[in-house]
């Protein structure tokens, strides 16, 4: 029984953690683009740019799994591509919601 509240507090901490995290990923992006406005300003307007965009981010980070697993099959050797690439790509997301 104790198990199962422990198990059900951690769903609870975890899955909110996952969406403000989500809420909050273009914040450097954005911060780059504007380098005068506050921090404040920077988190108010990741959360706006990502209402509605939460789950293809998570989709579009969960893609990138397999190629994960096979990095650290390869000792991280394949990770020098593919970090550089998953950069690449969080950037045109980035792009394509800015302006959309």
Not at 50 to 77: D, P, V
């Amino acid at each position: 029984m104790a198990g199962l509240a422990i198990a059900f507090g951690l769903i609870w901490i975890i899955i909110p953690g996952i969406i403000l995290a989500l809420g909050y990923s273009m914040m450097s992006y954005i911060y780059i683009d504007n380098p005068e406005i506050g921090i404040l300003d920077v988190l108010k307007k990741s959360r706006e740019m990502m209402k509605g965009h939460k789950w293809q981010y998570f989709c579009l980070g969960f893609s990138f799994i397999g190629w994960i697993i096979l990095g650290i099959l390869t000792f991280g050797i394949l990770l020098f591509w593919l970090l550089p690439y998953m950069s690449v790509t969080r950037a045109i997301f980035y792009d394509s919601i800015k302006e959309g």
